[in-house]
């Protein structure tokens, strides 16, 4: 069964030269063992190295992706700052992170924000991984399948765009082949704190059933746990069926833990 394993390198590494540091590891790596099949890799750099880490990972078993677009145009316009989806596109990854917690809460990124960013996406035929997750005040209240029904509206919004006007390139019937959806509760990014796989597991579960009640001709969704993984937990994370890989930030950044979770995502999917 194929598995994902996500790289957020965020605003790091410092230098070109860390970043090709990095790569040449995890180049040399994949192509020394093939480690990660059935796992899918892909990284996601900052804008400013993405065309070179696309570059380089171009033929490799490795896929780029932006961590963010424009919310205010597909292609061109006066947008001081931003990079649209045909630009990254140009920039050659094949896919975007969209609504991760960070945009949510540093650039106070909302559901109408995200869906004119889903909706460029993918009319450029950029694929998308969506980040939802709640708050830790929200699981605390048990809030938290509340909070992902309200942020998986985007994509019930966006279904309900293109039934009316088919202006995507991607159809509605095969969306699940162009969108993950990766969960990741906001308490548990960057701080070492994870959910029990049972509880991620149910929420996966939650999930996917959520987007099937959007229209019941979709396939399922693959569906990614993100938040403080590493290479000590992701083994047990990656033994339940429900989850179909990993985003990860802090350990993507070094070759070895990251590959250590590919590797344990590879061998459990198997
Ligand atoms: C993230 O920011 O998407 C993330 C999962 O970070 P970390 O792995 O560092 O918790």
């Known amino acids: ?22 790569l040449d590891q995890l180049l040399a790596a994949v192509a020394k063992d093939g480690v990660t099949t059935p796992c899918q890799l892909m990284v996601a ?14 033929g490799t078993p490795i896929l780029s992706a932006a961590q963010d677009i424009s919310a205010h145009s597909g292609s061109t316009g006066a947008y001081t700052g931003d990079c649209s989806a045909q630009q990254v596109a140009d920039a050659g ?4 992170i969209l609504g991760h917690s960070e ?3 540093y650039h106070r990124e909302t559901n109408d924000t995200l869906l004119q960013k889903l909706t460029h996406a993918l009319s450029q035929n950029l694929n998308v991984v969506l980040c939802i997750g709640e708050t830790q005040a929200q699981y605390d209240a048990s809030e938290t399948f509340a909070v992902l029904v309200e942020q998986l509206a985007v994509v019930k919004d966006w279904l309900a765009q293109q039934s009316l006007e088919s202006i995507s390139a991607i159809q509605a019937s095969n969306l699940a082949e162009h969108l993950i959806i990766a969960y990741e509760p906001v308490w548990a990014i960057g701080t070492g704190k994870v959910p029990t796989v049972t509880e991620v597991a149910a929420t996966h579960d939650y999930i996917k059933q959520t987007l099937a009640s959007f229209n019941n001709n979709l396939a399922e969704f693959t569906v990614l746990y993100g938040g403080s ?4 937990n992701a083994a047990s994370f990656a033994a339940n069926p429900a989850i179909n890989g990993a985003l990860v930030g802090g350990a993507a950044l070094k070759s070895e833990s990251f590959l250590a979770i590919a590797k344990a995502f590879s061998s459990a999917k198997s």
Do not use: E, Y
């Open 229 to 232: 993984v590493n290479a000590d």
């Open 93 to 96: 990854a094949t896919w975007t």
């Open 45 to 58: 750099p900052s804008c400013v190295h993405l065309a070179s880490v696309s570059g380089r990972v171009q």
């Open 103 to 105: 945009r949510r809460q």
């Open 1 to 22: 069964m194929q598995s994902w394993v996500i790289g957020n390198w965020k605003q790091n590494p410092a230098t070109n030269n860390d970043v090709n540091m990095l």
